[in-house]
């Protein structure tokens, strides 16, 4: 079962605009990573936001953690065409033999120029 | 540095049979994970392997096993194959693994097709 949903599940902007997308969990977490994957392609990190900080910047990437809503939200500010791809947000999830990355299912982003 | 690596990116199987999938983590990691990705049912965890042993399951069936070797590469397997088992197959790396808090790097996959 996801563990992280994101919102909205599809976004289509113009090259130069923010985009904005939203995660929501369901159980405490100790780390939350936010992940690009173009289409076909594997995984690349974007962030890791831990549970004791509120907000973390990489780049053109502004990521925010609100633990007493279970939310986290990624802005791409000034979004390029070469942003376009899907978006996913993995929290740390424990069931009874460990601790894995629990995914939801994507936001795709599509940038026009 | 390099990244992590999964060979082959593109295989077809046929009902029935079994595959083998190829993953050498980044340098100096000693957790692998393995993750199934369908557009069904998203990114799911299939197992972790941490300095040689199996530390962590998700909820998949038993033809899919895996395993780890003294150098950190690592296999999976999935025997009789299910038309079900098409799908990218992505293979992640870190220092100690999620629990320890670590980034979590993913190589480019492995896309399997079943006919």
């Known amino acids: 079962s996801q563990q992280g949903e994101e919102d909205p599940q599809a976004l289509s902007i113009q090259e130069g605009e923010n985009a904005t997308m939203n995660c929501s969990y369901k159980t405490s977490i100790n780390n939350l990573q936010w992940y690009r994957q173009n289409s076909g392609r594997g995984l690349v990190h974007l962030i890791l936001?831990?549970?004791?900080?509120r907000e973390k910047h990489s780049g053109r990437l502004r990521v925010t953690l609100d633990t007493s809503k279970k939310s986290s939200s990624l802005l791409i500010t000034a979004s390029r065409a070469a942003d376009t791809a899907s978006y996913f947000c993995?929290?740390?999830?424990?069931?009874?033999?460990?601790?894995?990355?629990?995914f939801g299912k994507g936001t795709t982003l599509s940038v026009s120029s | 540095k390099a990244g992590v690596t999964q060979t082959p990116r593109y295989l077809i199987k046929t009902r029935g049979q079994q595959v083998t999938l190829s993953c050498s983590p980044i340098?100096?990691?000693?957790?692998v994970s393995w993750y199934q990705q369908t557009p069904g049912q998203g990114l799911q965890f299939l197992f972790e392997y941490f300095s040689e042993t199996q530390r962590n399951k998700g909820n998949f069936p038993g033809r899919f096993s895996g395993r780890q070797f003294s150098n950190s590469r690592s296999e999976m397997n999935v025997s009789t194959l299910e038309l079900g088992d098409s799908a990218l197959y992505l293979c992640?790396?870190?220092?100690?693994?999620?629990?320890?808090?670590?980034?979590?790097?993913f190589g480019e996959g492995s896309w399997l097709t079943v006919v």
């Open positions: 993995a929290t740390d999830a424990a069931n009874q033999a460990g601790t894995a990355l629990i």
């Open positions: 340098s100096g990691h000693r957790s």
């Open positions: 992640a790396s870190s220092r100690q693994g999620v629990e320890a808090g670590n980034t979590i790097y």
């Open positions: 936001i831990r549970s004791n900080e």
